[in-house]
């Protein structure tokens, strides 16, 4: 079951890389940057959390490497730099990306949960937004734990469970299809994204981090969260138009700043 659910992740995001239909205009040079300006004034929260500066000459593993835009950041750096994604699609656009700017990395295709690499491998492994799409966490967690060196760090973003988004896609599909008693781990399986996304609350995070020596976890509000974009790849509609007129983001910003969908964790392995 765990490999059927694996394809279905697979099949999906390969469809279409990181939402490349929205963001990414063409695909040359000035596509490629014109998909890194709208990532980072979308989401600046990635500059600061990537810390992408510090890395050069250390040994990154970049895990989901997506439409590439993160891991060009380390590339120029001067990282010793390695990226993985489970899908074709997004390997041939990093790999085609780097390419046009004259960056190297190595790059191919692999599984979170059996990562191809010696135990103490890398400095720093790196992924955004990919681990809680994997069938089991858990393990894709262990797995880099057990290729960080003693005194490595992983910056990892997963999906945090009590968001505003959360919240929206239970409104929508839970209490309007009259099944109010649907649980957000349902919600998310069936309608964030690939089939079998996972949100963790804090709680269940530092479990899933607990073998790391230190553990900082902090959540930020999404454009998603605050309906300033567009709400992803699975979702549209005239009531989300409207909802986006109306919606109360300054009282969000205000009084639910920890809401957002985004957990940012930074995990130390022990030295």
Request: hydrophobic share 40%.
């Amino acid at each position: 079951m765990n490999e059927v659910a694996k394809q279905d992740v697979k099949d999906f995001w390969n469809a279409a890389s990181c939402g490349e239909a929205l963001f990414l205009p063409s695909q040359d040079a000035e596509g490629y940057r014109a998909e890194a300006k709208m990532r980072y004034e979308l989401e600046p929260y990635i500059l600061p959390f990537g810390a992408f500066e510090t890395a050069k000459g250390q040994k990154v593993l970049e895990i989901g490497v997506g439409l590439g835009s993160d891991h060009q950041r380390f590339a120029e750096a001067g990282a010793d730099l390695t990226g993985i994604d489970l899908t074709e699609r997004a390997i041939e656009h990093t790999r085609h990306r780097l390419g046009l700017f004259g960056l190297t990395s190595t790059l191919e295709t692999g599984d979170a949960e059996n990562l191809g690499f010696a135990d103490d491998s890398f400095d720093v492994v790196y992924s955004w937004g990919v681990l809680h799409h994997s069938p089991d966490t858990p393990k894709a967690i262990a797995e880099v734990h057990r290729v960080l060196k003693p005194g490595g760090e992983a910056r990892i973003m997963i999906y945090y469970k009590w968001s505003i988004i959360g919240l929206m896609l239970w409104t929508r599909y839970g209490l309007l299809r009259g099944r109010p008693w649907t649980g957000l781990t349902e919600i998310y399986s069936r309608y964030l994204e690939s089939p079998g996304t996972k949100a963790y609350s804090y709680a269940e995070a530092r479990v899933l981090f607990a073998m790391f020596e230190t553990v900082d976890i902090s959540t930020v509000l999404t454009h998603g969260d605050l309906l300033e974009s567009e709400a992803g790849q699975r979702h549209r509609g005239t009531a989300l138009n409207l909802a986006r007129a109306f919606w109360p983001r300054p009282l969000i910003r205000t009084f639910l700043p920890r809401s957002g969908l985004f957990m940012l964790i930074k995990a130390r392995k022990q030295g």
